[in-house]
């Protein structure tokens, strides 16, 4: 399978490594960081036990894309794209809010709603939408960023108040996100989607701002097709969309939510191929662009051997 589950590399000058749900991130030199997007697939915070070929290449190819898209709204961590797989980009301090916005009912937002519960991360909810509805507005629900377990819901009242972020630079990270939105919408649409929701990053670089992490993919946004969305809607249909909501839904219906008493269902080979195509199908809506699946003999070596190269660049 061709298909990256981690990496142990031993990179020149390297002085920490850290594992994310999906992400091996090693620090070279407290400089930089070298962001391996591997093919791990995660759900309720767990991460599923089996990997999903090309998933890290089309996040890290659509991130690199909408990265670029969006730097003149604000300037962002990536330096270099070495690898389908790989970013290196400056080390910022990061926020620990994840700021989601949402511009549909969907998701946890419509999960909440449908409990009954008319206000998310403080920001109240009008009477009488159903599920996948427009809202009158975008609407900002942050979370906190949990180094370990589940992220939370919190508000913007709580943030400031515990003081997890200053009020200059929450309003800073207020305006950056709906700018994000505003641009990532409009680049969907010219792709024939909707932006239903995302989720932005941010840290701080000598003294400024920057947007790290990756954007509008998949894993980070939910996308519905824009020419079937209101004939769906009016007929409360399902809506057809590009997101990982496909693996949750399905993980919900053979009893898995991430609690601490169940198992991740087994995943078939049937399955992880359908995921793979789904992620595929999405890069090549969102960018215009076909997709080339990068295949390598040994590919742990070659992300490797691309990273060395770029980090030798950099001296």
């Not at 599923?48 to 962002?76: C, M, R, W």
């Not at 995302?198 to 998949?218: M, N, R, S, W």
């Not at 049937?270 to 595929?280: A, K, T």
Request: with cysteine; aromatic share 10%; glycine share 6%.
């Amino acid at each position: 399978m061709n298909a990256i589950k981690e990496t142990h590399f031993n990179l020149p000058g390297q002085t920490n490594f850290y594992k994310g749900k999906v992400r091996d991130v090693y620090t070279i030199e407290d400089k930089f960081l070298v962001m391996v997007v591997t093919d791990r697939i995660s759900a309720f915070d767990v991460v599923l036990p089996e990997p999903i070929p090309y998933k890290g290449q089309v996040l890290n190819q659509i991130a690199a894309k909408s990265l670029q898209e969006t730097q003149d709204i604000i300037p962002n961590w990536v330096i270099d794209v070495p690898d389908p797989c790989v970013s290196i980009g400056r080390i910022c301090e990061p926020f620990k809010v994840e700021m989601v916005i949402r511009g549909y009912l969907a998701g946890h937002a419509w999960r909440e709603y449908q409990a009954g519960r008319r206000t998310v991360c403080g920001v109240e909810l009008p009477e009488g939408l159903k599920e996948n509805d427009k809202l009158p507005n975008p609407i900002i629900t942050p979370t906190t960023k949990a180094s370990v377990g589940h992220d939370e819901d919190i508000s913007r009242e709580e943030i400031l108040k515990r003081g997890i972020v200053d009020e200059h630079d929450y309003q800073e990270l207020e305006k950056y996100t709906y700018a994000l939105f505003n641009r990532g919408s409009e680049i969907a649409d010219r792709h024939g989607l909707i932006l239903v929701d995302t989720k932005y990053e941010f840290g701080k670089a000598d003294g400024k701002i920057h947007l790290i992490d990756e954007i509008h993919t998949p894993d980070s946004s939910r996308y519905f097709y824009k020419d079937t969305y209101a004939e769906l809607q009016e007929k409360n249909e399902p809506q057809r969309q590009l997101s990982k909501e496909f693996v949750r839904k399905w993980l919900i219906e053979n009893g898995f939510q991430g609690k601490e008493d169940q198992r991740v269902p087994e995943m078939s080979p049937e399955l992880i191929s359908s995921i793979s195509d789904r992620y595929i199908e999405l890069y090549e809506h969102i960018t215009g662009f076909e997709f080339h699946k990068n295949e390598s003999e040994d590919l742990l070596n070659r992300v490797e051997t691309n990273i060395i190269e770029a980090l030798n660049r950099l001296k």
